[in-house]
């Protein structure tokens, strides 16, 4: 089910966009792709604001899609005057759209060498902001608790992997005829962005010889840059190029 499915009564072509260009963000940030133009959080904002509009227009209009909205920060202050709506409607939200649209493209010109790349931490926000924003819509729309609407986004964006069982800490890959590097990938992407103890992975994937795993999976999976095999701290975290293996090869 995607997020559309969640706002029946926004207009579809609102919802749809609302879809898109959320799971964009959400997807490049876990694939590990920070720039501005792969992270944008404007064009959520500007989704996010044409859906305030249509809700607090007393004729459900707003700003159609193909039309560029001129003045953001003016639009976003212009649901202040909306008594009749909460708070959240009137001030939180729009304000946070208006950091949200202007951040990714304010930060991210002219860093000379010695500053630091703030790509990462903007993308955090930008993620984070997003999540929010969502969260409120739903509480919203659907006149529930913060708890039940960040359950139902959890539930939304969550992945969710058939073949992985876990059971009283322990985790198993169902599907018996998978190789030991692809059983490590898809428990990796389960857990994903943390990271796995190699002795738990050798443990989950039941392989025979500990040695032979950290040898022929484990070191063979990072030379390929599928994973960050770390042996000081005999952590395993998933790269970029491993999730894109899991999605698009394995699952």
């Not at 609102?14 to 920070?34: D, P, Q, T």
């Not at 560029?68 to 759209?97: C, M, V, W, Y």
């Not at 409120?136 to 986004?153: D, G, K, P, T, W």
Request: proline share 4%.
């Amino acid at each position: 089910m995607g997020i559309q499915n969640l706002f029946p009564s926004i207009p579809k072509v609102l919802s749809n966009a609302l879809n898109k260009h959320y799971k964009k963000i959400k997807e490049n940030f876990l694939e590990g792709r920070y720039e501005p133009s792969e992270l944008n959080g404007a064009k959520f904002s500007e989704v996010v604001l044409r859906i305030l509009q249509w809700h607090t227009s007393p004729d459900q209009t707003y700003t159609p899609l193909c039309t560029q909205i001129r003045n953001f920060g003016q639009a976003t202050r212009s649901f202040e005057d909306k008594t009749n709506f909460p708070d959240s409607i009137r001030f939180h939200i729009p304000r946070i759209l208006n950091v949200l649209y202007t951040i990714r493209n304010k930060r991210a010109v002219g860093h000379v060498g010695g500053d630091v790349d703030p790509n990462h931490m903007d993308a955090l926000f930008v993620v984070t902001a997003s999540d929010w924003i969502l969260a409120e819509l739903v509480r919203i729309f659907h006149n529930i608790s913060i708890s039940e609407a960040q359950n139902m986004i959890e539930g939304i964006i969550s992945r969710k992997i058939p073949l992985i069982w876990d059971i009283e800490g322990k985790k198993r890959v169902l599907q018996k005829d998978m190789s030991y590097k692809d059983k490590v990938l898809v428990l990796l992407y389960s857990e994903n962005p943390n990271s796995i103890l190699d002795r738990a992975l050798f443990e989950w994937t039941k392989h025979s010889n500990f040695s032979c795993f950290c040898r022929d999976v484990l070191k063979s999976l990072h030379s390929e840059i599928l994973v960050e095999y770390d042996k000081g701290t005999n952590k395993v975290h998933l790269s970029p190029t491993g999730i894109k293996r899991v999605e698009k090869k394995i699952l």
